[in-house]
Each structure stands twice: as structure tokens, then as C-alpha cells.
């Protein structure tokens, strides 16, 4: 089979993602006019900087540098030597090299990339901010800017100017080894936060970046979190109304923000591996959006065309697929042959000279806009708020925001004098604190930072009298995160019975990508084990989850008198912990994706009002009932909140107008607190099956004992729009219901209006 050439749309182009800029397109060409088809190739190829380490796998071999950058001129270098986090200096001083000889050898700056995911994750003394998922239950977008921000800034600080982030994937299937890596399951709430980050990492002109910013990738494009099996990297089957109207919205809303990059989804959709979908990379982005930045491939995924896929007979077929796709730059990682086998499609005519010169223009693009040609290196000790105090305070700011408390019988908070016992395999870890992407590619924090608080020693520095017995323990090999040794129940259960109050700190060891894959959502059976047992002392238990997806625990939760989700909190994610379940803080974090109580029954919070009992009229399903543990957006405190006058400006609208909504939050307990305040929407009919509601809108709030405040939204009608089965935007006639806080207001559209792809 011969690589399919590009699909053009009829859909109208829209005005370009990213303004062109003169000056930047005149150094594009002036470059490009005088590029050999060699340096052309070597620029669309990316390699692992293991193909330039020497034997200790701590420095660069010179001979190696010559071969890959001197001779086949390859364009970008990613990932950190031996797979772990090194010291910035470590990091700069390599990329020097790399850098130095790349402008000597070809005259071109090479290009570095990183995956720092959740702050700088690759550099020893870097900044780390909770993860992503940890960020959408704060409902507040301040926490993506600054972790954005100071990503941005050390990673600078390190030579490296392109990260690997934000992640934008929707975490809506929970056996997905990667949910914790997204902001959560919903569109609005991804598209939000992703927005946010994108424009602290790259600053507000995406044509010019200055030294204190990097350019983002954002990833996976697109479709990568719903797996049919549940599994990383495996094929995922998307209805086209679906794809266009909620997988897209956070990438829609970032490559308009300017995002420079974007790395492609590693699996499928609908049977065609995105890296070969056409209409994907060039029509939807390219060619509607009028996009003029790069797209990267994801690990290896050129290969996975023929060897995994099975869509291309051998390399130089799916290197020819993936370029006339789309692709610009290949992260082959091993092999620097990739650079011959583009020089030879290119003489055979299988890539065209045009769609070649495409791509470099945009490699070259990225490196202007960067400022890689006028100072392919910068002063990196010019970076005084490098791991700054500041960094760390945020930090701890986003966990105690993104710490969920699911369930309190009256136990929390907990009074000091109590005699606290902490067990369970999360009890004492850093390393499941923090989670994948964490100074190792599966997390190992305990080895780099020991210097930050585990639960165990946080709640120590908070209660006088705590006893610790794990109970439980991980393997702690890297790849084996799902094995443990339970042989230690009993010990704890002994130890456990002099406490007034059992904290179980449960969950899932740190974990990513495929290594994270799994047959049974549910909590292991030895930490089943051990609560089981524990709660036959008759004495409460608080359960502490701390995990990258919500694994079920329908059985357990009842023996519970409380239940706290931290997630992936990171390295101040105990003290914030110690303080909210002492009282000194409130919690306010809310679940930014639905927690699942049935295997058989994992569902997203938008489900199809069909699918829903008390809607089933008429239906023959009587088994349909939305039976979660905790829904989407659900989250106590120690105060309450009430709820009123809940106003929208007209009762009856149509497209280009604005409603106006206003609601009245008011703190109806005793303690200080703050609330996240989440606007819906619900289609009543529609000529696709609506979905029972949509986030339309979220804002943070603090409130004193008694006090009230007036939040208000703007909600554009174009926001109440669905994409119909022919793939165009419908805002239908009709009614419409508005709620927040479970208050709700009926309005009307007035007239139907259908528009194309891709405005809203
Ligand atoms: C992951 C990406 C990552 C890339 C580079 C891949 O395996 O899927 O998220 O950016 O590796 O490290």
C-alpha cells in the first residue's frame, strides 16, 4: 500500500492560529534557500539523547556527536541521559555541546526537548507542582498559570527551551494508565486549565519567545485517553461528532492560544493510527485552522506503522505515510538512518519536495520563533528564581486546593490529643506522592528529594502521637507498581489497636504509560485486605487514597469514616494533607472525573440522557441507573455552602448573543472556606441524543462564616452548540437548562443555526 496523500476540507479557513510574522518568515526562507536535502532531513528528525551518550551514560561521546549531528545534521535531541532527573548544570552543560557543535557543524540550532510534566520533573532541584489531575480538582485556573510559569522559567534555566506538556488528553476511561496526567474527563475543564498553562509556558507572543519562556507540545493529538481495551497505546473507536466536539475543544483552545507544537497520539482511532491520519494532522489543524507550527511524533510511532499497525509493509513506507500526513518531525529515537531513508523518498518522489520543504519551514519556524538563531545559548545562571520559595509555596497551595474530601461521618477534623495510626503502602512514599514523570520516567522521588515529607512524616510533625505499621508494601521495582507484599497485615492490625484512629493511606504506586496498564480497576486485593481487617477493631478508619485513577472501592468504602482523595500531590502533597485533616486548612477541592463504584459501570458525568433510569421512559432498561461512588465536581468541606438567586440575563436567546449568569454563594457555616462554583448547561432536546449536562463555566471563590458573594459567568450561546452527525456545529431551538449549585433557570433558543467546522 502507497502512503495516501493529503485530504483537503471544504470547510473555510479560519484566520491563522498563530499571526505570521514578517520577519520570522523572511529568516524561515532565507535559511531554508540555502539547506542541502541532507540538513532538510536531518531537521525532521529527532533523536534520544541516548544516541549521543558515551558508556557512563552520563556524558556525551564526541565521536557520537560527529556521526549524529555532524553527519546526518539531525535537527533535535529529547530525554535525559540514564532516564533520570540530572542537576540543571548537568542538563545545560549537555545541551552546550550539543548546541555548540550543532551551529558549527550545520549552522543551525538544534533544538532540545523535555518532558517536564508537572513542573520542572527532570531537573534534581527543580520545582514540582501537583499533577495535572490534582490541578483540574481545583477548579482554579491560577494553579495551571503559576505551574506553567515556573516550568517555563527552569526549564530555561537548564538550556532547554521546548517541553513535552501540557497534557490534554481526556481522562474519561479510568483503566487508562494516563488520567492523571490530564486535568480530567471534561472538555471545558481540560480546554481551561490547558489554555492557562500553554500561555504561562510559552508567554503571551507566540512569534517571539522570550528567555524566560519555552515552547509547548501539546499531547496527544488527539483521541488518546479512551482506549477500547482500557490499555495505553491501544486502538480507541470515536464517533466523528464526539472527536470533533470534545476531544479537539482543549487542542482548538490551545494551537488559537499560540501553542507552537504538538505531539501526536500514539494509538488509533477508528482503526487509522493517528500518525497516518491525514485528516486529522493536516486537515483539521493545518488546513483549517491555518496552524502553521510543527507536529512531533510521539515515541517511535513512526515504526509502530509497520511493526505494530501493520498499515505500512516496512520504514520507509511509514516514514513516507506519516510525513504526507502530516508529520514534521520524527521521534524515531534510536536510529539516525530515519535522515537516509528521508533523502531517499524524497529522490524517489514519494515525498514531494513541496511537503518536505513544508515541514523543514515549520521545524525552522519553531527555532526562529524560539530565538534559537540569534542565541542558540543563554546565561543559565541568569535564572535567580530557580526552585524559588515561591515555587514551593504554590505547591503546597495547589494540594491543599486539590485534596478531595469525599466522605466525614463528624471523624475530621482530627482533634490533636487523638492517637493516630498510619498504615497502608502510601503511608511512607514519596514516590507515590508524586507519581510518573517524577525525577525517573515510573517516578522514584524517595531517591532524589527524601528531604520532603511521606503522610507518615507530616501527620508526625502535626499529631503527637503517631504510630506507623505499613501493612502493606509495594515492589519496588520500577515496572512492577501493581505487586505487593501483604505478608505484614497482621502487624499492623496488632499495632493498630491501641490507636483511637486508623489513618489508611491506600492507592497505587507510581506508574506511566503502558507499564501502568492493568487488568482489575479494583484497589488491590492485600490493601482490601487490610482495611477489611483493621476495621474489625471496631475503631474509624480514614481512608487516604492516593492514586493516578480512581480504582474502585465499593466494598471497603463503607468501613470508612472517612475518605480523602489526594491523588498525586506531589512533594508538599503530605504536609497539605496533615494540615487539612487537622483543621488548620478547609478543604476545596472537587473531583475533576467521575469515581466509578462498579466495574461494569464506568461512566463520565455528560452520559446520554438515555442511559439514565429516571429519564427512561418508554425504555426497556431497567437496569440503567448512574450508581457512582462519588460523582464529577463532588467534594465536602468543613463549612457549607448555600446557593441562591441564580439569574440569567434574557430568558430567550440566539446565536451571538451572550448570557449573563449570576449566582449567590454565601458560607452558611462556621469556618472560613472556599467553594468551587461549577456552571451547567443542559440541551432538553436535541436532534442527537443530548448529553444530561455539560460544564459551561467554574470560578473559585472565598468565603468568611456568613458571607456571601455574587459569581458571575458569561456564557456564550455559540458554548450551547453540539456537533451533529454530519460533523457541523448545531445550536438548536429550544430549551435550555442553566444550573449551578442545584439551582436551575429555563431559557430558549429561538432559532436553529448550523455552521462549519471548526468555529464554535
Ligand atoms: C510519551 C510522551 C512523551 C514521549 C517523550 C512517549 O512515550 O507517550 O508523552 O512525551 O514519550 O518522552
Known amino acids: 500500500m502507497l502512503t495516501a496523500t493529503v485530504l ?84 545545560a552543560a549537555m545541551v552546550r555541546q550539543i548546541q555548540e557543535k550543532s551551529m558549527e557543524a550545520i549552522g543551525i540550532p538544534c533544538i532540545y526537548g523535555l518532558d517536564m510534566i508537572h513542573g520542572a520533573s527532570y531537573i534534581n532541584e527543580g520545582s514540582l507542582y501537583p499533577q495535572e489531575i490534582n490541578l483540574g480538582a481545583t477548579f482554579n485556573r491560577r494553579f495551571a498559570r503559576q505551574m506553567g ?41 481540560q480546554a481551561e486549565m490547558a489554555r492557562e498553562e500553554t500561555l504561562a509556558l510559552q508567554g503571551s507572543d507566540p512569534n517571539h519567545i522570550d528567555l524566560e519562556h ?155 520563533r524560539l530565538g534559537l538563531f540569534d542565541h542558540p545559548l543563554w546565561e543559565e545562571h541568569a535564572y535567580p528564581r530557580f526552585a524559588a520559595p515561591e515555587y514551593a509555596r504554590e505547591s503546597y497551595e495547589a494540594a491543599l486546593e486539590s485534596e478531595v474530601l469525599l466522605k466525614n461521618n463528624g471523624i475530621l477534623p482530627l482533634p490533636e490529643h487523638k492517637k493516630i495510626f498510619v498504615t497502608g503502602p502510601n503511608a511512607n512514599s514519596l514516590r507515590a506522592l508524586n507519581g510518573g514523570w517524577s525525577y525517573r520516567w515510573q517516578g522514584a522521588a524517595d531517591e532524589y528529594v527524601p528531604q520532603y515529607n511521606t503522610i507518615v512524616e507530616a501527620l508526625k510533625a502535626r499529631f503527637p502521637y503517631v504510630t506507623y505499621e505499613p501493612g502493606v508494601v509495594y515492589d519496588e521495582a520500577p515496572m512492577a507498581w501493581e505487586k505487593e507484599d501483604a505478608t505484614g497485615i497482621a502487624k499492623a492490625v496488632a499495632a493498630a489497636r491501641g490507636a483511637d484512629v486508623i489513618v489508611a493511606c491506600v492507592g497505587e504506586n507510581s506508574y506511566c504509560e503502558t507499564p501502568g496498564n492493568m487488568d482489575d480497576l479494583n484497589l488491590s486485593a492485600g490493601q482490601k485486605k487490610l482495611v477489611r481487617e483493621l476495621s474489625a477493631l471496631g475503631k474509624p478508619i480514614v481512608l487516604v487514597l492516593n492514586e493516578g485513577r480512581p480504582r474502585l472501592i465499593g466494598d471497603i468504602e463503607p468501613l470508612a469514616a472517612a475518605v480523602v482523595d489526594v491523588m498525586l500531590p506531589s512533594n508538599y502533597g503530605a504536609d497539605a494533607l496533615a494540615a487539612l485533616l487537622s483543621g488548620d486548612e478547609n478543604f476545596s477541592g472537587k473531583l475533576p472525573f467521575t469515581y466509578s463504584k462498579h466495574i461494569n459501570a464506568l461512566h463520565t458525568y455528560d452520559y446520554k440522557v438515555s442511559e439514565h433510569r429516571e429519564t427512561m421512559e418508554g425504555s426497556y432498561n431497567y437496569d440503567a441507573v448512574m450508581d457512582v461512588q462519588w460523582p464529577f465536581g463532588f467534594g465536602l468541606s468543613y463549612t457549607t455552602f448555600a446557593y441562591s438567586n441564580l439569574q440569567v440575563s434574557a430568558s430567550e436567546f440566539k446565536e451571538g448573543d451572550v448570557l449573563e449568569v449570576s449566582v449567590d454563594v454565601t458560607n452558611t457555616g462556621k469556618r472560613a472556606g472556599k467553594e468551587a462554583v461549577l456552571l451547567y448547561s443542559s440541551d432538553l432536546v436535541a436532534s442527537l441524543i443530548p448529553d444530561v449536562k455539560r460544564l459551561r463555566g467554574f470560578d473559585k471563590v472565598a468565603l468568611e462564616p456568613g458571607e456571601t458573594k455574587c459569581v458571575r459567568f458569561e456564557l456564550p450561546a455559540s458554548a450551547l452548540a453540539f456537533v451533529g452527525a454530519d460533523g457541523r456545529w448545531r445550536l438548536e431551538a429550544g430549551d435550555f437548562r442553566i444550573s449551578c449549585g442545584g439551582l436551575g433557570v429555563m431559557v430558549r433558543c429561538t432559532e436553529t443555526k448550523v455552521w462549519d467546522t471548526p468555529n464554535r
Open 149 to 189: 510559569a515556573a516550568m517555563a522559567y527552569e526549564t530555561r534555566a537548564a538550556q532547554v527551551p521546548w517541553v513535552f506538556s501540557p497534557v490534554m488528553d481526556l481522562g474519561r476511561d479510568p483503566r487508562w494508565p494516563r488520567i492523571w496526567e490530564s486535568f480530567g474527563e471534561d472538555p471545558y475543564l
Open 214 to 368: 519555552v515552547a509547548v507540545s501539546i499531547k496527544h493529538f488527539m483521541g488518546y485517553g479512551v482506549p477500547a481495551s482500557g490499555k495505553d497505546r491501544t486502538p480507541a473507536y470515536i464517533a466523528e461528532n464526539d472527536l470533533r466536539e470534545k476531544f479537539f475543544a482543549p487542542f482548538l483552545e490551545c494551537f488559537r492560544a499560540g501553542a507552537l507544537t504538538a505531539m501526536v497520539n500514539s494509538a488509533s482511532i477508528n482503526g487509522i493510527p493517528t500518525h497516518a491520519n491525514a485528516l486529522l494532522l493536516t486537515g483539521w489543524v493545518k488546513e483549517q485552522l491555518g496552524w502553521d507550527g510543527m507536529l512531533v511524533t510521539d515515541w517511535a510511532d513512526i515504526d509502530n506503522l509497520y511493526v505494530r499497525d501493520h498499515v505500512a509493509a516496512d520504514k520507509k513506507e511509514a516514514v513516507a505515510m506519516g510525513i504526507n500526513a502530516g508529520i514534521d518531525m520524527i521521534m524515531d529515537p534510536y536510529d539516525p538512518e530515519c535522515c537516509t531513508a528521508i533523502i531517499e523518498l524524497v529522490k524517489e518522489g514519494r515525498i514531494s519536495e513541496e511537503r518536505l520543504d513544508d515541514a523543514v519551514r515549520r521545524v525552522l519556524r519553531l527555532k526562529v
Open 8 to 91: 483537503s476540507c471544504n470547510s473555510p479557513k479560519t484566520s491563522p492560529a498563530i499571526p505570521a510574522d514578517k520577519a520570522v518568515e523572511a529568516k524561515v526562507e532565507s535559511v531554508l534557500s540555502k539547506m542541502t536535502l541532507e540538513e532538510k532531513a536531518g531537521q525532521l528528525v529527532q533523536l534520544n539523547i541516548s544516541t549521543l551518550e558515551d558508556e557512563t551514560h552520563e556524558a556525551i561521546d564526541p565521536a557520537k556527536l560527529d556521526k549524529i549531528i555532524g553527519e546526518y545534521k539531525v535537527g533535535s535531541i529529547l530525554n535525559v541521559m540514564h532516564d533520570a532527573a540530572h542537576s540543571r548544570e548537568h542538563t
